[in-house]
């Protein structure tokens, strides 16, 4: 039987701006890979249309600055892409609950390897201090790397 989980999406004032549950497939030191059902209404997004009920394959780290989400369509599985989005690492809680403080800051990548950073303004008119702002910086230039090499971490 698999764990079901809540993960809470929250801003830099720490409030839950997204909720929604995913069951676990997976939990090795130091990261949590789980299964959840896309649970907003069809929305365009980056050339592709995400749909409620989209697959997303989610890997959050609790030692690194970002969290990735592989996303495959509802209707016959097909990879979509990869959306990532940067922040605190991920907390998870005794009670089935993990969290993650989300910085704005996303990256998108296309099947074909294309890559997208999106709301770097939105990034800059956070009140971050320097030592934040560079590793979340820094955790975008990892990520852009291991892409590019063609290494998926955590799948």
């Given at each position: 039987m698999t764990e079901t989980i809540t993960i809470l999406k929250r801003?830099?004032?720490g409030a839950v701006t997204w909720q929604y549950?995913?069951?676990i497939l997976r939990?090795?030191?130091?990261?949590?890979?789980l299964e959840a059902l896309f649970n907003l209404?069809?929305?365009?997004?980056?050339?592709?249309?995400?749909k409620m009920g989209d697959r997303f394959v989610e890997v959050y780290y609790t030692n690194r600055w970002y969290n990735i989400f592989e996303i495959h369509d509802r209707d016959d599985d097909h990879l979509k892409g990869w959306y990532c989005?940067?922040?605190?690492p991920a907390v998870m809680e005794d009670d089935g609950i993990l969290s993650y403080v989300d910085l704005a800051l996303d990256l998108w990548v296309a099947p074909d390897g294309t890559q997208t950073v999106l709301d770097e303004d939105e990034?800059?008119?956070?009140?971050?201090?320097?030592?934040?702002?560079?590793k979340v910086l820094?955790?975008?230039?990892?990520?852009?790397n291991?892409?590019?090499?063609?290494?998926k971490p955590g799948f």
């Open positions: 801003n830099l004032a549950s995913g069951h939990r090795k030191p130091g990261y949590l890979v209404p069809d929305m365009p997004f980056m050339g592709i249309s995400l989005n940067f922040g605190h990034f800059a008119a956070l009140n971050l201090d320097a030592k934040t702002r560079q820094a955790a975008l230039d990892e990520l852009q291991l892409f590019r090499d063609d290494r």
